[in-house]
Structure formats: structure tokens, C-alpha cells
């Protein structure tokens, strides 16, 4: 006889029942029995095996509200990420892993990269939205301020596709998945509203549109006291700014990608076009100056208080570079774990800081939330997964995505370059979940130490201490510098030290205010590392018989330019009765204020829309416009846009800049301003 199916009275091992009914009489005695004692076994059974039934999610609820609330016992614990067992083994083998390498970074060294560097925004942006407009798979972005309405090329009226939030619109209806990091600012202290950057992307593709689903934006630390009151900070940021796209290249360096960033090599203060202001380059708020008044209600990005045809920007200096190679990965490594630290791209005797943080953002502050699904990784699978933060709770909110989306080994890997190169970073519980790993710090220690010629810095800010009197400074790399300047002093080499930072902290007000306070602080602690007292850099070295001004240099940029504010525009505005600061303002309406399922495409499209103040505004420009030609100097000759260019190293004469009015009044359009320098750089 042939063996029966289990469902057909036989046993699934073949073995045929010879018992026959006696045994199925006792078998049903049995169950009858069973059921009497366990009534509601079949329901326990179907809450059970069935998730989506009403009574199991209200269970996960009631377990996710009760987790929600214990978060508060924090308060008393601050060590609550790292004293379990499981969590304590994790921080060994995350330990094994960083004294395994150079630096002690997370990550080794990586012979074989492409590296590219890109000094100032301009060609940075440009880079990026040719790299973000072949993305097939996947795109990391994380940031200190994201401005969804910056223009990656310019100028904005000719590029209108080129909006940050068009070209990641495109993307994500393409299919692929957009993962956004940013800071979350202290509001009462910083103006960079992080709340409209993540509203706006995620209206980016609503609810059964193209894309829906694909982009997803989180934010951090959580200032919520209900809810996070045992892991708020204050006075911490996460400050890098890097992308990773498809894990094929990566971004990463100094550069956000906001508004005032945007610059060229030049560093051209003026935006005023006597020719037509579809020329002009900074739109609405991109056009700033923070030594006069910082960003203000950036959600309203067409909006500037600033004229241009009375003031100067603050011309910008930033670096940061494209990667391609194997250190690609580690910087999506970085990502996938927190992606909000500080990392640095070490390559050879260069340091350049970065930073890193996703699942530990979720498990942080979105554990509970199904709108954002945990990051798995390849080649960090289990039992690995806990290095890159990822947690299996009984009851997972949001799932599990696992990158790349296509493997590796689909991917170019090994040998793509010449640069042998390391990533490196500043990372701690705070920002990662992790024991404080300060391998930036030790790349730049030891290779400044190591220094037989020169050591070059730029830096937004310069604070760190020699020793352990500066206390609460911890940042040992001054004494970095003091160790090879009094060796070079005693062996009589020649070595040098120079270091570039801001003339002030770019924010805005009057140093004597008392709103000035924090930026008053900054320069205290700047001046108590480099000169004053004698624990300070110069204090130190002198203190051994070095003099100090031998070795160490500082340094910060200025610039100037001519605002082309000529007579024609004085007597367009005249005989228009618009000031040319209206028409600013209605340029950046029009090419800033379409919605991205409408980009404006002509002067005309905007006047269409049917809203009066809209109509009200473009009005303005018109008249204006409409008098260009009225207002022009007969015969004279043409002023240029600006001359930024003359502070550069270059042959031509400022004087031999033609204008299109007196001599006094090309004298009262010159303007100067700190060149802001906004790089972290080590050479």
C-alpha cells in the first residue's frame, strides 16, 4: 500500500496505520478533552500566526507605548547603550576591529582609489548633480543643512532642472531609494530650519504619484524632553556633509549643500546685471552675507532683506572631493550605521574630515516608527550586523532594506586609482551609539608630528589644547604642534606652520552686542589655544627655548569687488518706480517659486498662476524691464558684473575696468568683505 499524505489520515514517514478506528476513537477522545481544558487555544493560536490580526497589533502597540515610556529611565542610566551584555560585546569587537587598523578607525587603509578634489561650490555642485542624475540604485546624503532649493548650476534662470529637489525628484520616480540625514538645530540658536528641508523633500512625490515611498528624510538629535528627555544635547552637531550614490562614488568634505555655499573660484560679491537679471547667480535667501544678518525664515527661500545693490555677500571658501574606489564603501558604511559624526578621508599625508548614521537614528528615535525601515549590509550581515547598529526586536517597526541593491560583486571594486587612502572620523555614543572613536584626531596628530617641512590647515574654527589645563578642551592637536615645532627649533630646520581660519565666525551682529556672546566665546577660546597664556601654542613653544614666531602662521582671507550698480540702473529705477531690490525679489520669485511638478520655463509662466501678489510681483519686473533701454548710457562704455577676479593672483589692473559713470560714484560701489574659509583641511 502506498504511504498516505498527512492530511489524508497516514503519516508523512510512509509508516501505514494498522490500528484503524480504535485508535482514532481515542484520538478524538483525546482532542475533546484538550479543547475542554485550553477554550480559546485556537484564538491564541490565530493571534499567534496571524500578525495582522486586531489583537496582536494592539498587543505590539501596547509593548512599543511601554518601551516609549521606559526611554525615560535614560535619565538615570546615561551608559544605557553599552551596559547590557550583548551591547558590551558589540563594543569589543567594534574595539578589535579599530586597534586592528591605522589610526584606530573603523575603517583600514584602501590602496587603489580615484580621488578628485574640488576647491570651492562650484565645481563641487556641478559634480554632484551630474552624479546624482545617474543614480540607479541608491542615494545617501547626509548634512548639517540641506536646502532642497539650491541650484546645483547656474546661473538659476538657464538651469531651472538643476534644482536640488528637481533633480532628486527625478531620481526617486526613476525608482531609486533616497536616504536624507540632517541635523536637527537648536531653533532658538540656529536659523537653518531642518523642518522644511524634510517636509519638502518628502512632498516631493506624494501619495500616488510617481516615487511615492522612495525618499526618506530623518532628522537628529530629537529635542523632544516628552519623549528623549535622557538623550537630548545641546551643544553637540552633527556637522558632515557626504554623499554616497549607487556605491559607486561618494562626496564628502565641507561642503553643505544649502544656500550661501555656492561660490567660484573668483569669489564674486556682486549680483547685479545691468544687462537683464536673468544673469544674476544667487537667487533669494542663497544671497547672504552672515557678517551682516544671518538667514532669516529660510522656508520662505524667495524672500532677502539683503539689496544687492547695497551690499556685498560673503564670498565663500569650502573644499571637498569626489571618491571612487573602496573607500567608497566605508564611507557607506559610516552611513548605514548612524550617519551623523564627524569623518575625515585620510589619503596619504592629507587629512580631510567628513562624518556617519542611519540605524542608529532609527533605533534612537524612529525604533517605532514604520516609515523608516532599518539599513542591512552587505558583507555586514550576521553575525556582524550589530557593527553597523542594526537590531531584531521581537516586534519590528519598518522593516529591513539590504544594500547595495545590486551586490558587489556587480560593482567595480579593487583598483580604480592611484591614491592609497584611509577614512577616518569623530564619532561617539551621542551621535552613533558607539565608544568614542577620535581617529581624526590621531591621523592629524601623527602627521603633523611626523612633519619634516611644513604643515598646511584650513579650518572654520581653531580650538584645541596643549596639555590638560585647558580643560573642557580635549582636542590634543595643538600639542601636536607644538611637539614638531620645538623639534624642528632644537635641530635648526627650517618648518613652518600655517594655519588659515575666518578673520570672525560667520554669524551675524556686532561684536559688542550682547547677541554676540557666542561668537565673542569662539574668539576667546581661539585666542587662548594660539597666543594667550602660557599654555597656548606659542606659550608652549616659547616655554622651550623655540621662538615661536619662527614656525607658526596665521592666516584668514579677504576680498573686494565693484557692485554694478551703474547710473542706467539708478535712472531705471527712476523712471520704472521699482527699486532694483523689488526686482531681485521678483526674479527669485520666478525661478525659485514654482512648485517642481510646474518648473517655470519663461518670464511668462509665473504671471499665468493666477495669484495676485504673484501677479503683483512679475508686474514689477516687467516695468523695470521694460525701461532697460530707455535708461542706457549712450556711447559709454560697458561695465563688467564684477572684478572679484583683480584679488586673485593675475596681470590686469583694476584701474583699466571701464565704468559707466563718475569717478566718485565707481568709488562709492566698492565693497569688501571677509572671505569666509569654511574648509577642514590638513596637509
Same mark, same amino acid.
Given at each position: 500500500m502506498a504511504a498516505l499524505g498527512p492530511g489524508q489520515g497516514g503519516h508523512k514517514d510512509g509508516h501505514v496505520n494498522t490500528d484503524g478506528a480504535a485508535e482514532s476513537s481515542s484520538s478524538h477522545t483525546h482532542n475533546l478533552v484538550e479543547r475542554l481544558k485550553h477554550p480559546f487555544h485556537e484564538i491564541k493560536e490565530h493571534v499567534t500566526h496571524h500578525?495582522?490580526?486586531?489583537?496582536?497589533?494592539?498587543?505590539?502597540?501596547?509593548?512599543?507605548?511601554?518601551?516609549?515610556?521606559?526611554?525615560?529611565?535614560?535619565?538615570?542610566?546615561?551608559?544605557?547603550?553599552?551596559d547590557e551584555e550583548h551591547e558590551r560585546e558589540t563594543d569589543e569587537k567594534r574595539t578589535r576591529v579599530c586597534e586592528s587598523h591605522r589610526f584606530q578607525s573603523f575603517a583600514p587603509e584602501r590602496p587603489g582609489n580615484d580621488i578628485k578634489w574640488y576647491v570651492d561650490g562650484r565645481d563641487y555642485c556641478y559634480a554632484v548633480s551630474i552624479a546624482l542624475e545617474r543614480a540607479k540604485e541608491s542615494i545617501y546624503i547626509a548634512d548639517w543643512w540641506l536646502s532642497p532649493e539650491l541650484f546645483l548650476r547656474r546661473p538659476p534662470y538657464y538651469n531651472q532642472e538643476w534644482r536640488l529637489d528637481q533633480v532628486l525628484k527625478r531620481r526617486a520616480e526613476a525608482g531609486v531609494k533616497i536616504f536624507v540625514m540632517v541635523y536637527k538645530e537648536v531653533e532658538a540658536a540656529l536659523t537653518c530650519n531642518s523642518a522644511h528641508t524634510k517636509d519638502a523633500l518628502r512632498a516631493?512625490?506624494?501619495?500616488?504619484?510617481?516615487?511615492?515611498?522612495?525618499?526618506?528624510?530623518?532628522?537628529?538629535?530629537?529635542?523632544?524632553?516628552?519623549?528623549?528627555?535622557?538623550?537630548?544635547?545641546?551643544?553637540?552637531?552633527?556637522?558632515?556633509?557626504?554623499?554616497?550614490?549607487?556605491?559607486?562614488?561618494?562626496?564628502i568634505g565641507g561642503i553643505d549643500l544649502c544656500f550661501g555655499r555656492w561660490d567660484s573660484h573668483q569669489h564674486p560679491m556682486a549680483d547685479v546685471h545691468p544687462a537683464g537679471i536673468v544673469n544674476e547667480i544667487w537667487p533669494g535667501q542663497d544671497w547672504n552675507n552672515n557678517r551682516i544678518m544671518d538667514f532669516q525664515n529660510v522656508q520662505d527661500w524667495k524672500s532677502n532683506e539683503l539689496s544687492k545693490a547695497d551690499y556685498g555677500r560673503m564670498p565663500w571658501h569650502d573644499v571637498a572631493m569626489g571618491v571612487i574606489g573602496d573607500c567608497v564603501y566605508d564611507i557607506a558604511e559610516h552611513f548605514v550605521l548612524v550617519s551623523i559624526s564627524s569623518r575625515v578621508l585620510y589619503i596619504q599625508d592629507h587629512a580631510y574630515s567628513s562624518n556617519q548614521r542611519w540605524n542608529f537614528i532609527k533605533r534612537d528615535k524612529y525604533k517605532r516608527d514604520k516609515r523608516f525601515p532599518w539599513l542591512t549590509l552587505e558583507g555586514r550581515e550576521?553575525?556582524?550586523?550589530?557593527?553597523?547598529?542594526?537590531?531584531?526586536?521581537?516586534?519590528?517597526?519598518?522593516?529591513?532594506?539590504?544594500?547595495?541593491?545590486?551586490?558587489?560583486?556587480?560593482?567595480?571594486?579593487?583598483?580604480?586609482?592611484?591614491?592609497?587612502?584611509?577614512?577616518?572620523?569623530?564619532?561617539?555614543?551621542?551621535?552613533?551609539?558607539?565608544?568614542?572613536?577620535?581617529?581624526?584626531?590621531?591621523?592629524?596628530?601623527?602627521?603633523?608630528?611626523?612633519?619634516?617641512?611644513?604643515?598646511?590647515?584650513?579650518?572654520?574654527?581653531?580650538?584645541?589644547?596643549?596639555?590638560?589645563?585647558?580643560?573642557?578642551?580635549?582636542?590634543?592637536?595643538?600639542?601636536?604642534?607644538?611637539?614638531?615645532?620645538? $623639534?624642528?627649533?632644537?635641530?635648526? @630646520? #627650517? =618648518?613652518?606652520?600655517?594655519?588659515?581660519?575666518? %578673520?570672525?565666525? !560667520?554669524? +551675524?551682529?556686532?561684536?559688542?552686542?550682547?547677541?554676540?556672546?557666542?561668537?565673542?566665546?569662539?574668539?576667546?577660546?581661539q585666542y587662548k589655544s594660539i597666543i594667550r597664556g602660557e599654555d597656548s601654542i606659542f606659550g608652549q613653544i616659547a616655554a622651550q627655548g623655540v621662538d615661536?614666531?619662527?614656525?607658526?602662521?596665521?592666516?584668514?582671507?579677504?576680498?573686494?569687488?565693484?557692485?554694478?550698480?551703474?547710473?542706467?540702473?539708478?535712472?531705471?529705477?527712476?523712471?520704472?518706480?521699482?527699486?532694483?531690490?523689488?526686482?531681485?525679489?521678483?526674479?527669485?520669485?520666478?525661478?525659485?517659486?514654482?512648485?517642481?511638478?510646474?518648473?517655470?520655463?519663461?518670464?511668462?509662466?509665473?504671471?499665468?498662476?493666477?495669484?495676485?501678489?504673484?501677479? $503683483?510681483?512679475?508686474?514689477?519686473? @516687467? #516695468? =523695470?524691464?521694460?525701461?532697460?533701454?530707455?535708461? %542706457?548710457?549712450? !556711447?559709454? +562704455?560697458?561695465?563688467?558684473?564684477?572684478?572679484?577676479?583683480?584679488?586673485?593672483?593675475?596681470?590686469?589692473?583694476?584701474?583699466?575696468?571701464?565704468?559707466?559713470?563718475?569717478?566718485?560714484?565707481?568709488?562709492?560701489?566698492?565693497?569688501?568683505?571677509?572671505?569666509?574659509?569654511?574648509?577642514?583641511?590638513?596637509v
Open positions: 500578525e495582522h490580526h486586531h489583537l496582536h497589533d494592539l498587543k505590539v502597540e501596547l509593548i512599543q507605548k511601554k518601551h516609549k515610556l521606559g526611554k525615560l529611565g535614560n535619565i538615570f542610566n546615561p551608559n544605557h547603550r553599552h516631493l512625490c506624494p501619495e500616488g504619484s510617481p516615487g511615492h515611498g522612495n525618499i526618506y528624510v530623518i532628522r537628529h538629535p530629537d529635542h523632544n524632553i516628552l519623549e528623549n528627555a535622557g538623550d537630548m544635547t545641546f551643544y553637540w552637531a552633527h556637522h558632515e556633509k557626504f554623499m554616497v550614490i549607487d556605491y559607486d562614488i561618494a562626496f550576521a553575525p556582524d550586523e550589530d557593527l553597523i547598529g542594526v537590531q531584531r526586536p521581537r516586534h519590528p517597526v519598518g522593516g529591513y532594506i539590504h544594500h547595495p541593491v545590486n551586490p558587489l560583486e556587480s560593482k567595480k571594486v579593487g583598483n580604480q586609482g592611484t591614491v592609497h587612502a584611509q577614512v577616518v572620523r569623530s564619532s561617539c555614543d551621542w551621535s552613533s551609539g558607539i565608544l568614542t572613536e577620535h581617529s581624526i584626531q590621531n591621523a592629524y596628530s601623527e602627521v603633523i608630528r611626523q612633519a619634516k617641512h611644513y604643515v598646511y590647515i584650513e579650518n572654520q574654527f581653531f580650538i584645541t589644547a596643549t596639555g590638560e589645563n585647558q580643560a573642557p578642551v580635549q582636542n590634543t592637536i595643538g600639542k601636536a604642534i607644538v611637539d614638531a615645532c620645538v $623639534r624642528a627649533g632644537h635641530e635648526g @630646520r #627650517k =618648518f613652518r606652520v600655517i594655519v588659515l581660519i575666518p %578673520a570672525i565666525p !560667520g554669524f +551675524a551682529g556686532d561684536l559688542r552686542e550682547d547677541a554676540a556672546i557666542g561668537t565673542r566665546a569662539i574668539m576667546d577660546y615661536p614666531k619662527n614656525h607658526v602662521f596665521f592666516f584668514n582671507l579677504r576680498s573686494y569687488d565693484r557692485l554694478n550698480k551703474t547710473p542706467a540702473i539708478t535712472r531705471q529705477e527712476e523712471a520704472s518706480g521699482v527699486k532694483y531690490q523689488d526686482v531681485q525679489r521678483a526674479q527669485a520669485h520666478e525661478v525659485m517659486g514654482q512648485s517642481v511638478d510646474r518648473p517655470a520655463s519663461s518670464s511668462s509662466s509665473s504671471s499665468d498662476s493666477g495669484d495676485e501678489e504673484s501677479q $503683483r510681483i512679475i508686474d514689477q519686473k @516687467r #516695468k =523695470f524691464e521694460a525701461k532697460r533701454d530707455e535708461a %542706457a548710457s549712450k !556711447g559709454s +562704455a560697458t561695465s563688467a558684473d564684477s572684478i572679484a577676479h583683480h584679488a586673485m593672483l593675475t596681470d590686469s589692473k583694476v584701474s583699466d575696468e571701464p565704468w559707466d559713470g563718475e569717478p566718485e560714484e565707481e568709488k562709492q560701489n566698492f565693497v569688501q568683505e571677509e572671505l569666509y574659509i569654511h574648509a577642514k583641511a590638513g
